[in-house]
């Protein structure tokens, strides 16, 4: 006796595949996400993973995306522009990690002061220029730093990872979301920052204007954020929310 499946009352396979757009720091897990949920609404999704600068630009430029999936602040300033149709819902919490090449000498994160000693020893340093990059340069800055390390700091392009520049050793300190550093051969990941001056980032999704599908991408958000997906969200180091 074959068993047959009841298809999502806003789905079926003629229709164009969702667009998903999200940054570097979820592709893997929105690649799981949307595997899952295209298979429980009986649809098609093509997740991309893009630099979250480069996705932005492309969201505001009204390519044809249906979802939206990046950190909160840039999908504030979407909505403000008008190319979301309604405000984000939040999917993951992402946290900032330090980390080095293999091999190097471990790095103290038992304090802010310590941390900081650690960044003005290292030869170089690696940010990302997405929502953390931004928020240690605001750290840097703070802790009177910025200037004494300007020459130091190395920002790769959009959608190139902090962990290739590590890997390769052309930085000695890195930062960026665990996602990206996590289980990536040639780096190690030293742990988060100091509770004092943690950086996390809330990956947020919502329905592209351009969407011609509103109610079934709105369907897919709503799929990532069931409480089934928890483990697959953690283990691609990222939180429920």
């Given at each position: 006796?074959?068993?047959?499946?009841?298809?999502?009352?806003?789905?079926?396979?003629?229709?164009?595949?969702?667009?998903?757009?999200?940054?570097?720091?979820?592709?893997?897990?929105?690649?799981?996400?949307?595997?899952?949920?295209?298979?429980?609404?009986?649809?098609?999704?093509?997740?991309?993973?893009?630099?979250?600068?480069?996705?932005?630009?492309?969201?505001?430029?009204?390519?044809?995306?249906?979802?939206?999936?990046?950190?909160?602040?840039?999908?504030?300033?979407?909505?403000?522009?008008?190319h979301l149709r309604s405000e984000a819902q939040g999917v993951v919490r992402s946290r900032t990690v330090v980390a080095t090449p293999t091999g190097a000498p471990a790095v103290d994160?038992?304090?802010?002061?310590?941390?900081?000693?650690?960044?003005?020893?290292?030869?170089?340093?690696?940010?990302?220029?997405?929502?953390?990059?931004?928020?240690?340069?605001?750290?840097?800055?703070?802790?009177?730093?910025?200037?004494?390390?300007?020459?130091?700091?190395?920002?790769?392009?959009?959608?190139?990872?902090?962990?290739?520049?590590?890997?390769?050793?052309?930085?000695?300190?890195?930062?960026?979301?665990?996602?990206?550093?996590?289980?990536?051969?040639?780096?190690?990941?030293?742990?988060?920052?100091?509770?004092?001056?943690?950086?996390?980032?809330?990956?947020?999704?919502?329905?592209?204007?351009?969407?011609?599908?509103?109610?079934?991408?709105?369907?897919?958000?709503?799929?990532?954020?069931?409480?089934?997906?928890?483990?697959?969200?953690?283990?691609?180091?990222?939180?429920?929310?």
């Amino acid at each position: 006796m074959t068993s047959t499946s009841t298809p999502h009352p806003l789905s079926t396979q003629s229709r164009e595949p969702l667009r998903v757009i999200g940054s570097m720091a979820t592709k893997g897990l929105l690649a799981v996400l949307c595997g899952e949920a295209a298979k429980q609404l009986n649809c098609r999704v093509e997740p991309l993973a893009v630099g979250g600068v480069d996705a932005a630009k492309r969201v505001a430029a009204d390519e044809a995306f249906d979802v939206v999936c990046l950190g909160a602040p840039a999908m504030a300033k979407l909505l403000a522009s008008g190319h979301l149709r309604s405000e984000a819902q939040g999917v993951v919490r992402s946290r900032t990690v330090v980390a080095t090449p293999t091999g190097a000498p471990a790095v103290d994160l038992s304090s802010a002061e310590a941390l900081k000693a650690a960044v003005l020893a290292a030869p170089t340093v690696g940010l990302s220029t997405g929502p953390s990059g931004e928020a240690l340069q605001a750290l840097f800055t703070q802790w009177g730093i910025a200037d004494t390390i300007r020459d130091r700091i190395q920002v790769p392009p959009p959608g190139t990872p902090v962990a290739s520049l590590l890997a390769s050793g052309a930085v000695s300190l890195g930062f960026q979301q665990e996602a990206e550093l996590m289980g990536v051969a040639g780096v190690k990941v030293c742990g988060a920052l100091p509770t004092e001056i943690a950086i996390d980032t809330v990956f947020a999704a919502a329905v592209a204007t351009a969407s011609k599908q509103p109610e079934l991408a709105q369907a897919l958000i709503a799929a990532w954020n069931q409480a089934a997906n928890a483990p697959i969200k953690l283990q691609h180091g990222m939180q429920t929310l």
